[in-house]
């Protein structure tokens, strides 16, 4: 089965239900047609996208997350299927697992910051800082952050700017794009799985955040920021200048990402589902050995410069 994160780039497009289909249509012609059940995610990044109430019910029927943009292409809400398939055995087992969940955090914080390394020698750049955070047996995630954030955005000609959630610059509102349909994605997937995103290995749930999501997206964030340096330094050196092309790209980029597991490639759409099945499987058997974390290779930057610039 062929998963697919749909990116609505197109303004005035209407979405219909045609057959367990969803149809793409423009001025009364179908660009478009993906069977719902192969559909995880739908990003309505342009303006004036029609669908009826029949359309989402669909949609959230076949557990597909809906993320919402503003004009600027900026998330700015998603709508989320009802939490209907929570195993009350992973669960119990999910919120009373102290000591378990203290080391599945620290085996998700290790891996974030050995990517982030990863990431950092990839583009060319100096990791040795972050390299010998991740081998400490103490984690100082903080710390290691900060001096990747540094070196990662020296390295596209910013090295003043900090990474925070309400930035407007240009570099962290791509992050916070690619971020976003992560979180969906993620949050999809570990209800799939039977857990409750609501209750965390780490990060704490207040307002309307997710901790388990957050917990999750961590190891993967590293691959969202080596997907916008390779965006600006070969397809768009000027930030913004056109925003459509960088969600095409990504679109792209969710497609082309592959991962070597049990001597198979499989697309990251589909590793984060298995992600999420270890995570369960980490609960159930109340260790850590079953939790899967996906690792930076060098073989994703090569998946990474696929795109052919089509939007």
């Known amino acids: 089965m062929s998963w697919h994160v749909l990116h609505i780039l197109t303004p005035d497009i209407h979405l219909k239900k045609y057959r367990g289909f969803l149809q793409c249509k423009k001025d009364g012609k179908t660009q478009q047609q993906i069977p719902l059940e192969d559909i995880k995610c739908v990003v309505l990044a342009a303006q004036g996208t029609i669908f009826s109430s029949k359309v989402l019910s669909a949609l959230l029927e076949h557990k597909v997350g809906i993320i919402h943009c503003d004009d600027r292409f900026v998330p700015c809400g998603m709508t989320m299927p009802i939490l209907e398939t929570i195993n009350p055995q992973i669960l119990e087992r999910q919120v009373l697992a102290k000591k378990l969940k203290d080391a599945l955090w620290q085996k998700i914080l290790r891996q974030k910051i050995e990517n982030q390394a990863t990431v950092l020698e990839l583009i060319g750049t100096d990791a040795e800082y972050v390299r010998e955070e991740s081998r400490k047996k103490l984690l100082n995630?903080?710390?290691a952050a900060r001096q990747y954030f540094r070196v990662f955005f020296g390295k596209l000609g910013e090295p003043t700017?900090?990474?925070r959630q309400d930035d407007d610059h240009q570099i962290n509102i791509m992050l916070n794009y690619g971020y976003t349909v992560?979180?969906?994605?993620i949050h999809r997937s570990l209800v799939a799985h039977g857990l409750n995103p609501v209750h965390g290995v780490h990060h704490i749930d207040r307002y309307q955040s997710h901790a388990l999501v957050y917990d999750m997206m961590e190891s993967w964030r590293p691959f969202l920021d080596l997907m916008v340096w390779v965006f600006l330094q070969y397809h768009q050196k000027e930030y913004f200048s056109d925003f459509k092309k960088y969600i095409a790209y990504s679109q792209s980029s969710w497609q082309s990402l592959h991962f070597d597991i049990c001597k198979k490639s499989i697309k990251m759409v589909n590793c984060v589902d298995f992600a999420s099945a270890s995570l369960s499987n980490s609960f159930s058997c109340q260790k850590i050995s079953p939790l899967w974390l996906p690792a930076?290779?060098?073989s994703h930057l090569q998946d990474l410069l696929?795109?052919?610039?089509?939007?």
């Not at 992560?182 to 994605?185: E, G």
């Not at 696929?306 to 939007?311: E, R, T």
């Open 182 to 185: 992560l979180q969906a994605m």
């Open 306 to 311: 696929k795109w052919d610039g089509v939007l």
């Open 296 to 298: 930076v290779e060098s």
């Open 161 to 163: 700017l900090t990474r």
């Open 141 to 143: 995630e903080s710390a």
